[in-house]
């Protein structure tokens, strides 16, 4: 009999880094072509960030019983990917679909519902008691990028669209993202708890989104040329 | 022995140096970039001292969290300055970044090898194809994603980053695997990521050469 724990933390190790691999194969065969909008391949490299992060993370579980308090390079995977997410929505398509006139200010407002409920997931990690103060701060700066991408994927998704239809053509994109991003916020929490079994299950989710998210940006992008 | 990083920099660095006033214009940014490579390696040798010191942490946490951080970051800033101030033309990234990790790992074996005199051939020899070729892929890694993101300004601060979080990565990846039971793999890794780099390469070459020979 495999032990329940064991199997939910391989399924937690490996589904990301499954899915994340996949989706950065995938970006790399479509998405680093000429004419190809950078947003594209900047979540690609989000997507070889979370990557990355999740095989140091398997490599260090794999081979050491040490456990490491605090910072260790898979949280720059973490931070990377929300960072590339950030640069995706904020640095190539917010001043397309956002002109900043007064008819976008509701869309604006009700945006920042995302990055609360972000900041919110944070509060079980801080009040977690088992948890070491340096683990917490590395979470911090997990959550700081991931709160700022939230906010820019909810804004894309309910934006109305002005003019091409660019930002409409790629609100299924923007919902998956937002999804991703949070997917990824509980299962930080999950670690942080050890709770293996919504661990196993967001890990799941978070993997099944990864691909979505890729496939949402391609059918988008596609539609931008037709 | 205290010294004794400060005597190999030296009785290196030194032949090294006088070479490079004599070759030719064009073999001297290579050679220039590996005697940065040494004296980042020595100065690596400083900081890891101190952060040891300061950090109190077991061996295992230093070799997997923090040398990846610190070295990596100390190899990229000479490859950083070159690409933003001085050139960034793929071929001379490409030449400086695998010079600076190569003379960083230069001087890392020699000090290794006198650290350890039970060391053998066999495993000079995977420390040679090891740690060796590790230092100049991730400095090359560094160097050629710069030449790509320079280019694209939105994506220069988030793209550095992603790539000196790559190179982290990859060492740190390769310094868990080394001193695990699975040691063979961390001492494949990096000839495995050098191979097809190599490939890649060499198309890139043939591709250039038919594109001058066609016109």
Same mark, same amino acid.
């Given at each position: 009999?495999i032990d329940v724990e064991i199997l939910c933390v391989g399924i937690a190790e490996l589904a990301p ?7 950065? %194969? ?28 999740? %095989?140091?993370h398997l490599?260090?579980s794999l ?124 299962c930080?929490?999950a670690w942080?708890?050890y709770y293996m079994v919504?661990l196993a299950?967001?890990s ?23 | ?41 020595? @100065? ?49 990234? @490409? ?23 039970? @060391? ?96």
């Amino acid at each position: 009999m495999i032990d329940v724990e064991i199997l939910c933390v391989g399924i937690a190790e490996l589904a990301p880094i499954f899915a994340t691999i996949f989706s950065l %194969i995938y970006g790399l065969k479509h998405f680093f072509k000429k004419g190809k909008p950078l947003f594209l391949q900047t979540i690609t490299m989000a997507m070889g960030s979370h990557a990355l992060g999740s %095989i140091y993370h398997l490599c260090q579980s794999l081979t050491s019983d040490v456990i490491i308090e605090g910072f260790t390079p898979a949280y720059l995977g973490r931070i990377g990917f929300f960072l590339f997410f950030i640069t995706a929505s904020y640095g190539q398509m917010d001043r397309i679909v956002d002109d900043g006139s007064s008819k976008m200010k509701p869309s604006r407002y009700i945006a920042l519902l995302a990055p609360i409920c972000a900041a919110l997931l944070y509060i079980p990690n801080c009040i977690i008691e088992d948890v070491p103060i340096q683990t917490k701060a590395v979470y911090a700066f997990v959550w700081v990028p991931a709160v700022i991408a939230v906010y820019f994927n909810l804004k894309h998704a309910i934006i109305p669209d002005m003019d091409f239809g660019f930002i409409k053509a790629i609100k299924p994109y923007n919902i998956l993202a937002l999804c991703l991003c949070f997917s990824e916020l509980i299962c930080l929490t999950a670690w942080d708890y050890y709770y293996m079994v919504p661990l196993a299950v967001s890990s799941v989710v978070f993997g099944i989104l990864c691909i979505c998210t890729m496939v949402a940006a391609k059918k988008g992008v596609d539609k931008w040329t037709i | 022995m205290d010294n004794i990083m400060y005597m190999l920099f030296v009785s290196v660095s030194i032949p090294i140096l006088l070479m490079t006033l004599l070759v030719e214009k064009k073999a001297r940014l290579p050679i220039a970039f590996m005697l940065i490579g040494i004296f980042v390696s020595v @100065f690596a040798a400083e900081v890891n001292g101190l952060l040891t010191k300061a950090l109190s942490m077991e061996l295992y946490s230093i070799t997997a969290v923090v040398t990846p951080v610190s070295e990596e970051l100390l190899k990229a800033l000479p490859i950083l300055y070159y690409a933003l101030v001085i050139s960034d033309k793929r071929e001379k990234l @490409f030449t400086a970044s695998m010079a600076t990790g190569i003379g960083f790992a230069v001087l890392e074996n020699a000090f290794y090898l006198l650290n350890y005199p039970n @060391f053998t051939m066999l495993s000079a020899i995977i420390r040679a194809f090891g740690a060796g070729l590790m230092h100049g892929m991730c400095t090359l890694l560094v160097g050629v994603g710069i030449s790509f993101i320079k280019k694209k300004r939105k994506l220069f601060a988030v793209g550095t980053f992603g790539l000196l979080s790559t190179a982290i990565v990859y060492h740190g990846v390769y310094n868990i695997l080394i001193q695990s039971q699975f040691s063979i793999v961390g001492a494949l890794l990096p000839i495995a990521t050098y191979i097809p780099f190599f490939i890649w390469r060499l198309r890139i070459k043939r591709r250039a050469n038919q594109t001058s020979k066609n016109q």
